[in-house]
Nanobody, 123 residues
């Protein structure tokens, strides 16, 4: 069973920054960050493949968020800059056992999920 442990959420003012971390047990996986705001469906934020390549970003975060990974620590990061109130959501880390060239962008492809971490951006 793969375990994903997230950290780094919190409350920040608009324009501020946060960095989320997600450490996985086991081997390297394709990994992604998703978010879900109240009353909305879960949506992809950013994904990256098992070796750190092929990053993908949702249009809403492109240019503001950066996904990266440290394979020595089996940890994926989401650096979030220029945060907006509309970024407020629970952020989830996810892992897919498939080691792809292009990681999946849909939540249904991810088998393992972290517990979620709240990000709140005040205006």
């Amino acid at each position: 069973q793969v375990q994903l442990v997230e950290s780094g959420g919190g409350l920040v003012q608009a324009g501020g920054s946060l960095r989320l971390s997600c450490t996985a047990s086991g081997r390297r996986y394709d990994m992604g960050w998703f978010r879900q705001a109240p009353g909305k469906e879960r949506e992809v934020v950013a994904v990256i493949n098992w070796s750190g390549g092929s990053p993908y970003y949702a249009d809403s975060v492109k240019g503001r968020f950066t996904i990266s990974r440290d394979n020595a620590k089996n940890t994926v990061y989401l650096q979030m800059n220029s945060l907006k109130p509309e970024d407020t959501a629970v952020y989830y880390c996810a892992a897919d056992r498939t080691q792809s060239l292009v990681p999946p962008r849909v939540s249904g492809r991810y088998e393992y999920w972290g517990q979620g971490t709240q990000v709140t951006v005040s205006s």
